[in-house]
């Protein structure tokens, strides 16, 4: 049976990979897109956002977080459930819905680009970099110090992502360093230097649903939401990451490889299978190891990750202070080095750096990777181009995007950057939510289709992100 495939090409006919069997060794070789997710999650969210709304509103907010996260990680497993079945990552579903790949792919492209194109976790990683070096918080009078750091960080997340066979393995590995160094350090500074009152404080407001202090400022908290968590494009960026590292479909497709890395095909249609025992039996299978990189990985780790930098923030900064400026990456460092000695002044600046470095270095691959995939995908021009290497196109994309960036370094600074990004990205979430229902109802053969349950699950990461961003703008608006 031809299944309706839309505006696109038909997809070809393959089986479905066997998974690996899943014991624990397994697990820890094949999540990684939760992992890359986590990276990103625990810059602006967490070790910006989170911090600022506790220290301006308190910890009550912080129910913002278990909401939004429990409605990505549904969000990320129906963008899941295509790439699984197809191969294809979740935007180029989008792109054979009507009107036709051509709409659909300036569409996303641009909201991509509006909404990360402002490089403001690079910029932080720099305030970071720039107080260690200077020995003090930076200033306006460093700010050009800070962006000449800020280039040097995006040079390094371009030769990171450079190097090796495949770049999406480059980037897990990278990211599992950082995360293993960010997450030790936060849970022992925490456990020793935390009081149990600030601990029963922060762990309360996760569950303070509903509770919003008045003359809350619409736009922090829509930020809030939607970067608690990875935010808006970036989400839609793991399926990317799900077919370059094999999963499902994604193992019969190919994947964007190294600079160096010669003989690497990439199909530019996915392939899909007939749904039988067989196929059903490695599906659910399948299905396992996507449950632990999202439900335990990337939902526990970005909980966590919200938990324990804003006891830091809590705990060590006074309620009411400024969060803003060139200093905003460098809060808690100041804070816990009063408290308890300039020797934790560089370690928790290390850490802030390598929290927003992962953030910056995820973006750095995710939208040239997105835009890359559906180039790819929408245009036969384009792959006959150089030969049809896709390296060509990838890396093409970066340095373009790399040069913007060096340009956006300049504009403004890093939290107000941020707070822009995250607004676009609660309009990205209601978006992508509604347009997963709509591919998962049209192209899934109706064994692979989501339940009921799960659908109503996209329903609300719409109105919920939906919501956000018309309070927010409403209130600019004022």
Not at 180 to 209: H, M, N, Q
């Amino acid at each position: 049976m031809t299944r309706p495939h839309g505006q696109l090409p038909p997809w070809g006919k393959a089986q479905l990979p066997e998974p690996p069997a899943f014991t624990f060794r397994n697990i820890l070789h094949t999540i990684g897109p939760g992992i890359i997710g986590l990276g990103i999650a625990m810059g602006g969210g967490e070790w910006l956002l989170g911090p600022a709304v506790v220290v301006t509103h308190g910890p009550a907010l912080l129910w913002l977080t278990a909401v939004s996260v429990l409605l990505q990680v549904v969000l990320n497993l129906e963008m899941a459930r295509y790439t699984l079945y197809t191969g294809e990552p979740i935007m180029v579903g989008f792109m054979r819905t009507r009107p036709g790949p051509g709409f659909w792919g300036w569409t996303y492209a641009v909201l991509s680009f509006v909404q990360l194109g402002w490089p403001a976790n690079g910029l932080a990683a720099a305030t970071a970099g720039a107080a260690l070096l200077l020995g003090r918080m930076p200033g306006d009078d460093d700010a050009r110090s800070v962006i000449l750091i800020g280039y040097l960080v995006f040079l390094a997340c371009f030769v990171i992502v450079s190097v090796g066979k495949k770049v999406e393995r480059t980037l897990e590995y990278a990211m599992r360093f950082m995360m293993i160094w960010v997450f030790g350090y936060l849970i022992l500074v925490d456990v020793i230097a935390v009081s149990p009152e600030t601990w029963g404080r922060i762990l309360k407001g996760f569950v303070s649903f509903g509770s919003v202090p008045p003359g809350s400022d619409w736009s922090l908290l829509a930020a809030f939401a939607a970067y608690s968590g990875l935010g808006g494009v970036g989400n839609a960026f793991i399926t990317n990451w799900m077919r370059d590292k094999g999963y499902g479909m994604g193992a019969t497709v190919g994947y964007i490889p190294g600079a160096f890395e010669h003989g690497a095909h990439l199909s530019h249609r996915g392939n899909v299978f007939e749904p039988d025992k067989k196929s059903m039996s490695a599906w659910r299978r399948w299905w396992k190891f996507l449950l632990v990189d999202q439900w335990v990985i990337f939902m526990g780790g970005s909980i966590m990750g919200m938990a324990l930098t804003t006891l830091l923030a809590l705990q060590f900064v006074p309620a009411g202070s400024q969060v803003g400026g060139w200093a905003a990456a460098d809060l808690q460092a100041q804070g816990i080095a009063a408290a308890h000695g300039r020797i934790f002044w560089p370690i928790t600046l290390i850490c802030g750096f390598w929290i927003l470095f992962s953030t910056q270095l995820g973006f750095i691959d995710g939208i040239p990777r997105s835009i890359t995939d559906m180039l790819w995908t929408g245009s036969a021009r384009v792959r006959r181009w150089r030969g049809g290497d896709v390296r060509r196109v990838y890396y093409g994309v970066l340095i373009l995007f790399g040069l913007w960036g060096c340009i956006a370094l300049n504009l403004a600074q890093p939290l107000t950057l941020l707070i822009i990004a995250a607004n676009i990205g609660a309009v990205n979430f209601a978006l992508e939510s509604v347009h997963t229902l709509i591919i998962n109802r049209k192209f899934l053969p109706r064994e692979i289709r989501p339940p009921l349950w799960r659908e109503a699950g996209l329903v609300c990461c719409a109105v919920f992100y939906g919501g956000f961003a018309v309070l927010s703008f409403a209130s600019a608006w004022k």
